[in-house]
């Protein structure tokens, strides 16, 4: 399981040109779902998340989580963030990224959990699969990727 963080200051998911949902301060949180993946990484993954210290403090130094500073999460499922790098070639290939039916359960999963460490009506979702428009405005900018 693979995510891209984004400390931002707003984030908003369109669909067919109608927002779908929005926050404020927060995280964006761009998830791939790979084949080996299991609760357990989606689980650990999240409570990682959750207590990662990327907000600033009143001494100016990253020290508070998302919990700290009573921010929001926006997830987002990209299974282009499970590319195979590996190959020869200019297109990429997602051979990697697991297949909807065991991936979608996984998503909900990894929501589920974070929705168990911050308030629930505070983290929000895009639409699996869907075409998406994701507008941000990064704070910072913050960006982490992490692996479990």
Sequence with gaps: MIAVIQRVRSAEVRIDGNVHCNIGKGLLIL???K???SEQNAELLAEKISLLRIFSDEE???NLSVRDVDGEVLVVSQFTLCTDNGKSGNRPSFTSAEVPERAIPLYEFFVQHLRKDLPPHRVKTGVFAAMM???LVNDGPVTIILEK
Excluded: P
């Design 31 to 33: 998830l791939g779902i």
């Design 35 to 37: 084949k080996s993946d």
């Design 60 to 62: 100016g130094k990253m």
């Design 133 to 135: 428009e994701v507008e």
